[in-house]
């Protein structure tokens, strides 16, 4: 059976997560905060061997808890124009 244009049946409204993604989170964030001790642990033990592998893998963990832009604006810059202007007065 195929879908009739116009047809405004079910479906998962846009933007929404499907089931199967909603799952797949929720077990995630169950594992890291049962692990959250022992991750802390191994973070500390690289902080202390490699300072610039730490801080790498802290901004990759970030990007998880704080959103991430999603636009960038392109502005541009114009060179500045000069324009003459004469002005021709007739005395009478």
Same mark, same amino acid.
């Given at each position: 059976?195929? #879908?009739? @244009? /116009? $047809?405004?049946g /079910? /479906?998962?409204?846009?933007?929404? @997560? $499907? +089931?199967? @993604?909603?799952?797949?989170?929720?077990? #995630? @964030?169950?594992?890291?905060?049962? $692990?959250? !001790?022992? %991750?802390?642990?191994?973070? $500390?033990?690289?902080?202390d061997?490699? !300072?610039?592998?730490?801080?790498?893998?802290?901004?990759?963990?970030?990007? =998880?808890?704080?959103?991430?832009?999603? /636009? %960038?604006?392109?502005?541009? %810059?114009?060179?500045?124009?000069? =324009? +003459?202007?004469? #002005?021709?007065f007739?005395?009478?």
């Open positions: 059976m195929r #879908f009739k @244009t /116009g $047809n405004s /079910g /479906g998962r409204p846009k933007g929404s @997560t $499907n +089931k199967t @993604t909603k799952e797949i989170r929720l077990l #995630f @964030t169950e594992l890291l905060e049962n $692990n959250l !001790p022992s %991750v802390q642990e191994k973070l $500390n033990q690289i902080g061997e490699n !300072p610039i592998k730490y801080i790498e893998l802290l901004l990759k963990l970030s990007e =998880y808890a704080i959103p991430k832009l999603t /636009g %960038v604006q392109q502005v541009q %810059v114009l060179e500045p124009q000069t =324009y +003459k202007v004469a #002005f021709d007739e005395e009478n």
